[in-house]
Structure formats: C-alpha cells, structure tokens
C-alpha cells in the first residue's frame, strides 16, 4: 500500500509517526510523513521519506511563545489549540495534494491531520490516539454526579478542539464530527503500553491498543565526544529535559538558574537540555554538561533517573529505558503522565511548573535518586516493555484491517 502520515505539531508529535513509517516500510509499504518543512532533517534522518505541508515554523517555539503570554495555563491552552488549528487549515492544500495518490491515510488523532483531504478523496484511513482518556465511552453505571462532570469536561474540549476542527469542515462542505470525535470510525490505533494504559473494557472494539512506538535510531549518528567524556568522569547523571518549557525564553535564565542551584545543592551530576539562552549567562559547576537535542534511546540509559515534562514522547521513552523519572508537568495530558509515573512507582508525585520552588525541586531530585524502590520499579518496568512488540502490532492490524 502507499501510505500517507500528515501530521502538525512539535518533535514529540512527529516521532511516534517516524517509528510507524519505519515499521511499514520494513512490511513492504510505500510511506511518507509529511509535516512542517522545519521536520525534514528530523524525518530523513531516519530513512523516511518527507513531504513538507504547511508553514515552515517550528510549532514548539511558537506555542511556547503563545503560553508564554497568556495570563493562564487555560488561557495558553485554548489559544495555542487555536493556533494549531490554524496552522491546520493552511495545511490544508498541501495535505489535499499529498494525499491524492494514497491507498490508506493515518491520522493523528490530536488535531485530525488528514481526516478532511481523505473524507474528501474518499480515501480509507485510521486515526491514531496519543491520549486514550479521550476516547469516547459511555458506561451505563456512572452516576448522575459524574455524568455531569464528564459533560461539562466534554463541552469544554467541544469549545477548544471539536469547533475550530467543525468550522474548517463547514467551510470544506463537510458535515460535522460525529459521535466519534476525532477518532475514525473503522480503525483507531493506541501506541501505548497495555501496563501503563490498560485497555478498557467500555470502548468500542474499533479502539486497539498496541503497544509503544519507539524509533530505530539513525546509523550515522554518533554522540558528541565531550559528551562521552562527561559521562565517563563519574557517576550516572540525571537528564533535566522539559520539552517545550525549555524553549520558554522570557523564564530562561530563572528556570535555568532555578534547577542549576538545586542540581548543586544535591550534589548530583546532570545533564541539561534547553534554556540555551539562560544557561549561556551561568557559570556551570563540572558536574553539570548542557546540550541541545538528543536521541533519548540512546541517552537515557546512561542516566540515573530524568526530569521531564510529561509529555507523550519523554515519558515513553523515560518507561522504556527503565530509569525512574520525576515529573513537573504544565499542560494538558502532561499533568496525566506525570500522576501516572508515580502511581507506577517509577518516580516522586509530580509537581506543577507553578507551584516549583528551589526546595520543593531538591526534595523531589534527592528522592529521585535516593529511593531504590523507583529504580527496582522502573527496571522491571523497562524489561517487560522492551519485550513489547508496538510496531510490528500495529503493522499486522493494519494490513488485517486494510490489506
């Protein structure tokens, strides 16, 4: 089959995609992932092929620039969905044109990529969900207190995603999303872990979780040489990598400032990723090495435990390497993982970006490293979803579904 991925969004959006492509490609699939020009590098790298779609923007540093402006975390929310909804409807002719020659479309769920243009070709597809709390279900035994509850928690995701997506069909001369949502009808894949996200027994049969989706890192990558250095000087670091709050550079150099002195207060070693514009106005101990972007397959097994942001990609990965992990989460599902790494044992109870000072971050750092119960748990954890087989799941589902 040739197969077309749109999908808009940050690194985190796309890679899940990339480890996909990669997999039906090895079961003999023609695929491309499309996605803002500014992901080339990142897609080819992995021996995908690439078609650009949209903007040529980095989505991360946008968003991070709208929250960073609004006077809320529900104000950022809804205006950096609008943004991405936006950035949606000028994909649109490049989407149109990249799907025309497709046999199958998959779309992520998140924001409905390629939903319209293969409604509108008449194209068969399959959506993806990185979020399985958002799966639609109903159980008949929930109380009337809840039902009202999740209804006002639906109109509220109505408000933010379902009527800008419904405002692009309209004018598209599509009817509204159904009862589905932004999931597709036929088929929609969970590239979740079924021990971290057990299956429920309430959603449709259409909804098949598969496992994880990890990427085949590149062959010609070789790790930075200091780097290799630093990691070979002592102890196992932990890796500081808080996704987009990273890129926030009006909280640059306090953020940085902030983990650098409860870093040297615990006396760990660390790596940093990000806050390059607030590290490059610190003088850093030797016990802490800053970085740009790097494969977490390959790093995170070298460390003692990460510090992230809950996001989908991080969080996977944190799981997968079997080290434990402390969570400071700022939006949406990241505030989700976060809880759920500690309820798996793996880590100390997350904390808001928020509500973070310098002494609740050496706590949670000293009980990060300190507690041989995360990383007894996080080990056994690791194994069993290494032993998982994602890809080659959702391949097979797909040609039975499809073929």
Request: hydrophobic share 45%; glycine share 10%.
């Given at each position: 089959?040739?197969?077309?991925?749109?999908?808009?969004?940050?690194?985190?959006?796309?890679?899940?995609?990339?480890?996909?492509?990669?997999?039906?490609?090895?079961?003999?699939?023609?695929?491309?992932?499309?996605?803002?020009?500014?992901?080339?590098?990142?897609?080819?790298?992995?021996?995908?092929?690439?078609?650009?779609?949209?903007?040529?923007?980095?989505?991360?540093?946008?968003?991070?620039?709208?929250?960073?402006?609004?006077?809320?975390?529900?104000?950022?929310?809804?205006?950096?969905?609008?943004?991405?909804?936006?950035?949606?409807?000028?994909?649109?002719?490049?989407?149109?044109?990249?799907?025309?020659?497709?046999?199958?479309?998959?779309?992520?769920?998140?924001?409905?990529?390629?939903?319209?243009?293969?409604?509108?070709?008449?194209?068969?597809?399959?959506?993806?969900?990185?979020?399985?709390?958002?799966?639609?279900?109903?159980?008949?035994?929930?109380?009337?207190?809840?039902?009202?509850?999740?209804?006002?928690?639906?109109?509220?995701?109505?408000?933010?995603?379902?009527?800008?997506?419904?405002?692009?069909?309209?004018?598209?001369?599509?009817?509204?999303?159904?009862?589905?949502?932004?999931?597709?009808?036929?088929?929609?894949?969970?590239?979740?872990?079924?021990?971290?996200?057990?299956?429920?027994?309430?959603?449709?049969?259409?909804?098949?979780?598969?496992?994880?989706?990890?990427?085949?890192?590149?062959?010609?990558?070789?790790?930075?040489?200091?780097?290799?250095?630093?990691?070979?000087?002592?102890?196992?670091?932990?890796?500081?990598?808080?996704?987009?709050?990273?890129?926030?550079?009006?909280?640059?150099?306090?953020?940085?400032?902030?983990?650098?002195?409860?870093?040297?207060?615990?006396?760990?070693?660390?790596?940093?990723?990000?806050?390059?514009?607030?590290?490059?106005?610190?003088?850093?101990?030797?016990?802490?090495?800053?970085?740009?972007?790097?494969?977490?397959?390959?790093?995170?097994?070298?460390?003692?435990?990460?510090?992230?942001?809950?996001?989908?990609?991080?969080?996977?990965?944190?799981?997968?390497?079997?080290?434990?992990?402390?969570?400071?989460?700022?939006?949406?599902?990241?505030?989700?993982?976060?809880?759920?790494?500690?309820?798996?044992?793996v880590g100390p109870k997350p904390i808001q970006r928020r509500k973070l000072d310098k002494q609740g971050l050496v706590s949670a750092l000293d009980e990060?490293?300190?507690?041989?119960?995360?990383?007894?748990?996080?080990?056994?954890?690791?194994?069993?979803?290494?032993?998982?087989?994602?890809?080659?799941?959702?391949?097979?589902?797909?040609?039975?579904?499809?073929?």
């Amino acid at each position: 089959m040739k197969i077309s991925i749109p999908t808009i969004g940050s690194r985190g959006d796309v890679q899940p995609f990339i480890a996909l492509a990669q997999g039906l490609v090895r079961a003999g699939h023609t695929v491309t992932v499309a996605s803002h020009p500014i992901m080339k590098p990142l897609v080819v790298s992995y021996g995908v092929t690439f078609a650009p779609i949209g903007p040529d923007i980095d989505l991360s540093l946008e968003v991070a620039a709208i929250r960073n402006k609004a006077p809320n975390a529900v104000m950022g929310l809804i205006k950096a969905m609008r943004f991405g909804f936006e950035m949606l409807e000028r994909s649109h002719d490049d989407i149109l044109v990249q799907c025309q020659d497709a046999d199958l479309v998959v779309v992520p769920s998140a924001i409905a990529a390629g939903k319209n243009e293969a409604e509108l070709l008449n194209l068969p597809y399959l959506s993806v969900s990185l979020m399985p709390w958002a799966i639609p279900w109903d159980d008949p035994e929930r109380s009337i207190f809840k039902r009202i509850v999740y209804g006002t928690i639906d109109g509220l995701v109505n408000l933010i995603t379902t009527r800008p997506l419904n405002g692009i069909r309209k004018g598209l001369g599509l009817r509204p999303v159904g009862a589905e949502g932004f999931t597709l009808p036929r088929l929609n894949l969970v590239p979740i872990s079924p021990i971290v996200y057990p299956s429920n027994p309430l959603w449709e049969r259409r909804h098949r979780i598969v496992g994880y989706w990890f990427v085949e890192e590149p062959r010609a990558w070789k790790p930075p040489e200091d780097l290799i250095s630093f990691l070979n000087e002592g102890d196992p670091p932990i890796l500081v990598s808080l996704g987009a709050m990273s890129l926030e550079d009006g909280e640059a150099l306090e953020s940085a400032a902030l983990f650098v002195e409860a870093i040297k207060q615990t006396g760990v070693r660390a790596i940093i990723q990000g806050w390059e514009a607030g590290i490059r106005q610190l003088i850093l101990p030797p016990n802490i090495f800053p970085t740009g972007s790097l494969p977490h397959s390959w790093l995170l097994p070298w460390c003692a435990g990460v510090v992230h942001h809950g996001g989908f990609g991080t969080t996977s990965a944190g799981l997968r390497a079997g080290v434990p992990a402390f969570v400071i989460p700022h939006i949406a599902d990241q505030f989700y993982w976060g809880q759920r790494v500690h309820e798996l044992g793996v880590g100390p109870k997350p904390i808001q970006r928020r509500k973070l000072d310098k002494q609740g971050l050496v706590s949670a750092l000293d009980e990060l490293v300190q507690d041989k119960s995360f990383r007894s748990c996080a080990e056994s954890l690791g194994v069993q979803i290494r032993a998982e087989n994602g890809i080659e799941n959702a391949v097979r589902v797909i040609e039975e579904t499809f073929g």
